[in-house]
C-alpha cells in the first residue's frame, strides 16, 4: 500500500499518510504473542535459575548459548515489532527531520516489520535449539569418576 505525501503548510515539512490498515495491529499482535511464547518457555525452564542444576559439560554450555543468544535475538525482534507498529501508527511524519527526503512512504514502513518478522524466525530457531540442550542438560545423570582409592592430589608418599 502506497502512502500520500502531504505537505505541512505551517512548518513546510513533508510527512506520509497512510489509509488504514491492519498492519499496527499485526505488529502489536506478533509483539503479544513472542511475548507470551517467550515467557512460557522461561516458565517451563524456569529460566535457568531455579529447579533442576544442569550437568557440566557439552550440553550445559549450548544451553547457556542458546540461551543467551535466543534472549538477544528476542528483545530485537519485540524492538522491531513495536518500532515498526508505532511507525505504521504515527505514519512516518516529518521526514525531513530525519534526512530521509529520498525514501518512499512505502519503503520505510515495510522493512522494520520484515527485520522483526526474521528475527521472530530467529528466536523461535534458537528458543528450540535452548530447550533442547536443556533437557537433555537436566535429564542425564552427573558423571562420576570411578577412583580406586579416595586419594587427595598433595599428599606425600610414604
Known amino acids: ?29 506478533a509483539f503479544l504473542f513472542l511475548l ?3 515467557s512460557l518457555l522461561m516458565g517451563v525452564t524456569k ?13 550445559r554450555a549450548w544451553t547457556i548459548i ?12 519485540e524492538a522491531c515489532l513495536i518500532a515498526g507498529a508505532k511507525q505504521n501508527a504515527y505514519h512516518t511524519k516529518y ?6 527526503t529520498n ?3 512505502d519503503t520505510l514502513r515495510k522493512g522494520v516489520f ?8 530467529a528466536t523461535m530457531v534458537l528458543n528450540i535449539y535452548y530447550y533442547m540442550y536443556f533437557t537433555k542438560s537436566t ?8 577412583r580406586a582409592n579416595p586419594t587427595v592430589g598433595m599428599t606425600g608418599r610414604v
Open 66 to 77: 542458546y540461551f543467551l543468544s535466543s534472549w538477544m535475538s528476542f528483545l530485537v525482534a
Open 36 to 38: 507470551s511464547s517467550e
Open 1 to 29: 500500500m502506497q502512502g500520500i505525501l502531504h505537505e505541512d503548510k505551517v512548518s513546510n515539512q513533508t510527512y506520509c499518510v497512510y489509509n488504514s490498515d491492519v498492519a499496527t495491529g499485526y505488529g502489536v499482535g
Open 103 to 105: 525514501f518512499s512512504c
Open 95 to 100: 521526514r525531513d527531520m530525519i534526512y530521509a
Open 47 to 59: 529460566c535457568m535459575c531455579l529447579g533442576r542444576p544442569l550437568v557440566p559439560g557439552a550440553n
Open 114 to 121: 520484515i527485520a522483526g518478522a526474521v528475527f521472530v524466525v
Open 139 to 146: 535429564t542425564q545423570p552427573a558423571m562420576k569418576s570411578n
